[in-house]
């Protein structure tokens, strides 16, 4: 139940990010390596999309159990848990 609740501000939390990208800019400035690779305007406001889209992904891989399961595919039995 712990997960579950762990989860779901994780969500929120990407939720947020996502949707108030042009108040996190506004605050926290542009990022140029973005600016210079993604676009003149819209470059850091799409990488904080995408960081939100990624964090929200991984809250609801949290949430269903399927992070363990991603990562023992990834490494297999070199790890111990």
Known sequence: ????????????????????????????????????????????RLVYRLVGIAIMIFGALLMTGLMKNIIFGIFGNTMQI
Do not use: H, P
């Open 1 to 44: 139940m712990k997960n579950f609740f762990t989860s779901a501000l994780i969500i929120i939390f990407g939720f947020l990010i996502t949707w108030k990208t042009n108040w996190i800019v506004e605050n926290f400035g542009r990022n140029d390596w973005a600016e210079q690779k993604l676009g003149s305007e819209g470059g850091s």
